[in-house]
């Protein structure tokens, strides 16, 4: 038969001292010893009373018995303070991801509101840039269309006035010569009595004459408003169909740039969507994982304790000695587990929070493709 060593004693593994104790108790009971008393040379012989052993004292019973009572005692507050701690845990995790997700939804809100804003300023920017671009061009083709159309009206009316004066020229020529004609026709037949008559049919032409120059002045200033009038509605119908066409380039242009920018921020919101739902992924995996962890570690400690009182319990009824505290040794296990598992779940706890601002990062870096419109493209806004 094998036996194991405590101390300096040497049991067998059946473990026989409680079993030797009881016989021991059975013989001494069943055969009390006597005793020899000589009372003036008689002999007489007296049964001894039995020998407690000082395990079977009610001192020893009573200390036994305290003992096994302040270690229940001090089991269920272990057990009492491990249930508190797990349960302050459990609300600790379902605190830290309940501030997690504010966080994180309301730098989601922050981001778009900022890149919305920025959208915007970039867009009045643009606008405003090519408002004062268009100004300049327009001003220009109306300065270049007023110098052109007042170049040509000047030809012209002065291309008139010279047609103007060289008819007028003619007429007179004409006339002047028509008149000496018919002036020495008249004095050669009619001398003396025709001259009067002469006279007056020379006032009734200078008359006519002067009719006619009037006449001809009239005409002349009535094709040159006409003229000038022809000129001016021309440019002004010029410069509504430059404006019309303007206006449409920069309508077609705006809805462009509106239908592009609003490609863009669906696009921003649905990767700012996505990265949050990789995120919420991430976060249930952990908190999987760490559930996982805490049940192995709970399982664990509820190991250990049971193979410390099962060590109490072996120590007490093999060696009887009832001091207490001999399976100790085990429970620092359980605090160094503990603190094990918890610098676990703080690395992970860590390395979550990088991941979440690493995240973060990317959402705040990502810039916005610019616009590029066309050289020969200008946006028309304000029309006199």
């Known amino acids: 038969m094998t036996t ?26 069943s055969k009390p010893s006597l005793i020899s008393i000589d009372y003036n040379g008689m002999q007489a012989e007296t049964a001894a009373a039995p020998i407690k052993r000082y395990e079977e004292t009610r001192q020893f019973v009573v ?26 845990q459990h609300q600790a ?14 730098a989601t809100e922050k981001r778009l509101a900022d890149l919305e804003k920025q959208l915007a300023m970039q867009h009045e920017f643009k606008i405003a840039r090519l408002k004062q671009e268009h100004e300049r061009i327009v001003q220009e083709k109306i300065l270049e269309t007023e110098t052109a159309m007042r170049k040509d009206l000047i030809e012209a009316v002065e291309k008139e006035r010279e047609d103007g004066k060289r008819r007028l020229k003619e007429k007179e020529d004409e ?19 025709e001259r009067a008559i002469a006279a007056r049919e020379k006032q009734k032409l200078l008359e006519q004459h002067k009719r006619q120059i009037v006449e001809l002045k009239a005409e002349e200033k009535r094709i040159r408003e006409a003229a000038l009038a022809k000129l001016e509605a021309e440019k002004n119908a010029e410069l509504v169909r430059e404006l019309l066409k303007a206006r449409d380039e920069e309508r077609r242009i705006r809805e462009d740039l509106q239908q592009q920018m609003q490609l863009q921020l669906e696009k921003l919101t649905a990767e700012a969507e996505a990265k949050e739902a990789e995120l919420l992924a991430e976060i249930e995996a952990v908190e999987s994982a760490h559930a996982s962890t805490r049940q192995k570690r709970a399982a664990a400690e509820e190991e250990l304790i049971r193979i410390y009182q099962e060590f109490e319990t072996f120590i007490d009824r093999v060696l009887r000695l009832n001091t207490g505290g001999e399976g100790a040794f085990l429970l620092p296990y359980t605090d160094f587990l ?46 006199p």
Not at 4 to 29: D, H, M, N, Q, V
Not at 93 to 106: A, C, D, L, N
């Open 338 to 383: 503990r603190g094990v598992v918890d610098a676990k779940d703080a690395e992970k706890r860590q390395q979550q929070q990088q991941q979440l601002e690493s995240r973060r990062t990317s959402i705040g870096t990502v810039t916005l493709q610019r616009v590029q419109l066309p050289s020969n493209v200008r946006l028309v806004t304000d029309f």
């Open 4 to 29: 194991k060593t405590i101390g300096i004693y040497s049991a067998p593994a059946a473990i026989r001292l409680p079993e030797l104790a009881s016989e021991r108790l059975a013989s001494a009971s």
């Open 93 to 106: 995790v379902k605190e830290g991801e309940s501030r997690v997700r504010q966080e994180m939804q309301r």
């Open 175 to 193: 006339l002047n010569a028509w008149w000496t004609t018919e002036a020495e026709r008249q004095v050669t037949e009619a001398r003396e009595e």
């Open 63 to 88: 200390q036994d018995c305290t003992h096994h009572r302040i270690l229940k005692v001090g089991h269920d507050v272990h057990h009492r303070l491990s249930e508190v701690s797990r349960s302050q």
